[in-house]
């Protein structure tokens, strides 16, 4: 389980500039981050409950801090909000989340691929796997 946590919070090797300290605006407090995700949460549920995931858990996680990380990441979504109106904004964000969502599926549909076609693939992630995962290990 630490590997795999390790991995999903894992960082891209980029350069990356932080921008100024906005000094415009009121003393308006920023919507609580915890507040925000319980905010996705409920209207998924309202809305998608009726839906019988196979890990709603899951599903819930990706949905709610995912998905929205990668698009905001995204640099033509980014620059759309710098640089533009909300509108053109909102067309880039449907584009960066189309781009997140494919790569979601490219990436488990490739790990299901090598995992059925590649032997060795098959086996190191067997083994790894099981190392990670048995508590009877040694060392």
């Known amino acids: 389980m630490e590997v ?9 090797d980029q350069d990356a500039e932080i921008g100024p300290v906005p000094t415009s605006g009121g003393g308006k407090m920023p919507e609580p981050e915890l507040d925000h995700l319980s905010n996705i949460i409920k209207a998924f549920n309202e809305q998608f409950g009726n ?20 698009v ?13 109106d909300k509108q053109n904004a909102r067309i880039e ?14 990436d488990h549909t490739e790990l299901f ?8 693939f098959r086996k190191w992630l067997a083994d ?12």
């Open 4 to 12: 795999k946590a390790a991995i999903q919070i894992a960082l891209q």
């Open 72 to 84: 905001s990441a995204d640099k033509a979504y980014q620059n759309a909000m710098k640089n533009s």
């Open 113 to 120: 691929k090598q995992f059925q076609d590649n032997a060795g």
């Open 51 to 70: 839906i019988d995931w196979k890990d709603a858990d899951k599903i819930r996680k990706v949905i709610a801090e995912e998905i929205p990380a990668k």
């Open 128 to 139: 790894t796997v099981f190392s990670v995962t048995y508590e009877g290990q040694s060392g």
């Open 93 to 106: 964000h449907d584009r960066a989340l189309q781009r997140v969502i494919v790569e979601l599926l490219t």
